[in-house]
């Protein structure tokens, strides 16, 4: 009986079939508040991106895209999204400004929260299982 404890818990758990999200609605309310200070002007006020966001502009670059699940963001797991916000898109052909030192990391990872707010279940569910293996080095 001792073992069998033992056993089952050093066992590493089965992930739920559904993922939780992060719904605390002061740190959404407030990743809205900061999406619309500084994100709203590229992003659009729903996240939306821009309308041909696929296209290269003249010099190359690629427009804001959706951050709402419509675009390629849920792709990209959790490390990566903040990576690019603080870094900004240069380094990915992209021209958004690096954010670092004027979103904290809190910040950065509300107005995250927030995006992800407007995503849909499947959508998230789908992000979820992206991110959960890049942090178990599963790609």
């Excluded at 709402?68 to 900004?88: F, S, V, Y």
């Excluded at 979103?103 to 407007?118: C, H, M, P, R, Y």
């Amino acid at each position: 009986m001792a073992a069998a404890l033992v056993l089952v818990a050093c066992s590493d758990p089965a992930p739920p079939s559904a993922p939780l999200r992060n719904l605390d609605p002061e740190r959404i309310a407030r990743g809205a508040e900061l999406f619309r200070r500084h994100c709203v002007v590229c992003h659009g006020a729903d996240a939306q991106g821009a309308e041909n966001w696929r296209v290269r502009n003249a010099d190359g670059t690629f427009l804001p895209p959706p951050l709402n699940g419509t675009g390629h963001a849920w792709h990209h797991p959790w490390a990566d999204l903040k990576r690019t916000i603080q870094q900004g898109t240069a380094a990915l052909g992209g021209n958004m400004p690096p954010w670092q030192g004027v979103l904290s990391e809190q910040d950065t990872e509300d107005v995250i929260l927030w995006f992800q707010s407007l995503w849909s279940d499947e959508v998230y569910a789908a992000w979820w299982e992206i991110d959960r293996r890049q942090r178990h080095g599963r790609h």
